[in-house]
């Protein structure tokens, strides 16, 4: 396969599962086997979620632009939202028993599931927005180190 596939939602709820079976679908046409289409289904719903909840803060009238690109037996997602601030994404990993006992927001595994789904990942913050480079392979590498 050739070419890149762009896609750009409004940053409303919903939206992100249109992104999610595109990728899904580009997967799947590139021969991912099943396990690897679901890792891709989830790394990209979750970035798309974060640029619209996060990034554009919901805000309909800004648009997160998701761009797809097969490169031999890869795949390549940017995720892109168009927020005037900068987002650090956190580092450290959740974690839950702080969050079951209470003491921590029960949300916040978006970024760690992306960094243990995907190959590779980029975070890049600009005047323009925040961006979310993935690239996952048809086959998980084995390693236990992080992306």
Known sequence: MKGSIELAIP???????????????VARLMGFPADRVDDVKTAVVEATLNAIEHGNQF??????????TPVGDRLEVVVRDQSSRPIEPPTA??????QIAGRAPRRGWGIFLIRALVDDVEFESSEGGNLVRMVIRAQQRTSDGPN
Do not use: F, K, Y
């Not at 940053?11 to 679908?25: D, P």
């Not at 805000?59 to 797809?68: G, K, M």
């Open 93 to 98: 990993r959740p974690d839950l028993e702080d």
């Open 59 to 68: 805000d309909a009238n800004r648009a997160v632009s998701i761009v797809i």
């Open 11 to 25: 940053s409303e709820l919903g939206w992100e599962r249109t992104a999610m079976e595109l990728a899904a679908s």
